[in-house]
T-cell receptor
Framework: GAVVSQHPSRVICKSGTSVKIECRSL??????MFWYRQFPKKSLMLMAT?????????EQGVEKDKFLINHASLTLSTLTVTSAHPEDSSFYIC????????????FGQGTRLTVV | GQNIDQPTEMTATEGAIVQINCTYQ??????LFWYQQHAGEAPTFLSY??LDGLEEKGRFSSFLSRSKGYSYLLLKELQMKDSASYLC??????????WGAGTKLIIKP
């Protein structure tokens, strides 16, 4: 299957700082990228959907100014958690899909964010 | 509202067969996915069903009945490495994925 690389896999940051997570599709063009958050023993919660070159569509309850998403190219999307707080600690996962070629979305490895 | 239901946890024995059920109620239907997720890792794609019937892929098979809003994932010849969570997801009319909470499968020797 297609490969999606997410970086970093783990990050620890101090409260009040910002953290950027990258999601790259390595061998296909991702027309759509999805960002999820997952709490322990819970299902995936969609945060936002982004299409290359346009603004992300955020799910209800997700703060746009706090979770900045950029999908500047067909192979890269970034999620920046701004002014992080301990409650932002979670597992963040991106997935990518080429709407023209694929039915399924392919997932990155996930990023474990811990805010101290 | 949209809803995906699957059992929270199941236990099975190594070498046996287990069936994980998923029922759904969504606004529109553009296919049903099964993903496997090991603890601390991202989900990996297992199967996709958009037409009624059984899709077989090695030890894993997935079944769909659109009229009943029902799917199952069948795992044969269970191995210890199959211990994971199995997520059912439905693509709705807007091509958004609606996720179930996942079924934690515990395999015992």
């Amino acid at each position: 299957g297609a490969v999606v690389s997410q970086h970093p896999s783990r990050v620890i940051c101090k409260s009040g700082t910002s953290v950027k997570i990258e999601c790259r599709s390595l061998d296909f063009q991702a027309t759509t990228m999805f960002w999820y958050r997952q709490f322990p023993k819970k299902s995936l919660m969609l945060m936002a959907t982004s299409n290359e070159g346009s603004k992300a569509t955020y799910e209800q309850g997700v703060e746009k100014d706090k979770f900045l998403i950029n999908h500047a190219s067909l192979t890269l999307s970034t999620l920046t958690v701004t002014s992080a707080h301990p409650e932002d600690s979670s597992f963040y996962i991106c997935s990518a899909r080429d709407d023209r070629a694929h039915t399924e979305a392919f997932f990155g490895q996930g990023t474990r964010l811990t805010v101290v | 509202g949209q809803n995906i239901d699957q059992p929270t946890e199941m236990t099975a024995t190594e070498g046996a067969i287990v069936q994980i059920n998923c029922t759904y109620q969504t606004s529109g239907f553009n296919g049903l996915f099964w993903y496997q997720q090991h603890a601390g890792e991202a989900p990996t794609f297992l199967s996709y069903n958009v037409l009624d019937g059984l899709e077989e892929k090695g030890r894993f098979s997935s079944f769909l009945s659109r009229s009943k809003g029902y799917s199952y994932l069948l795992l044969k010849e269970l191995q210890m490495k199959d211990s994971a969570s199995y997520l059912c997801a439905v693509m709705d009319s807007n091509y958004q994925l609606i996720w179930g909470a996942g079924t934690k499968l515990i395999i015992k020797p």
